[in-house]
Nanobody, 120 residues
Framework: QVQLVESGGGLAQAGESLRLSCAAS????????MGWYRQAPGKQREWVAT???????FYSNSVKGRFTISRDNEKNTVYLQMNNLKPEDTAVYYC??????????????WGQGTQVTVSS
């Protein structure tokens, strides 16, 4: 049984940085992508970023240039470095894994989420 566990969330001021981690246990299919979603109160879950096993990355327009996703395959861990945080980044951030992470219906596994709060 695969489990994804996020950590690193917390409070930050606008302009500051946070680094999220997602540790995976169990067997993830070779070639599966990993990535991040976020969900603000009253909003739908929103795709943020994806990274393939080979390190190819994709970002939503709202975070492009500010966030960086990375992956350590040996440690089965994915990271999200969030720089220049904005109040609109406030959300619960979820780690995800699957053949097509950008589509929620194609996500195999979800983490439980970690809260990120950014104040102005």
């Amino acid at each position: 049984q695969v489990q994804l566990v996020e950590s690193g969330g917390g409070l930050a001021q606008a302009g500051e940085s946070l680094r999220l981690s997602c540790a995976a246990s169990g067997t993830i299919f070779s070639g599966d992508k990993m990535g991040w979603y976020r969900q603000a109160p009253g909003k739908q879950r929103e795709w943020v970023a994806t990274i393939s096993t080979g390190g190819v990355t994709f970002y939503s327009n709202s975070v492009k240039g500010r966030f960086t996703i990375s992956r350590d395959n040996e440690k089965n861990t994915v990271y999200l470095q969030m720089n220049n945080l904005k109040p609109e980044d406030t959300a619960v951030y979820y780690c995800a894994a699957g053949p097509i992470v950008v589509l929620p219906s194609r996500v195999r596994y979800w983490g439980q989420g970690t809260q990120v709060t950014v104040s102005s």
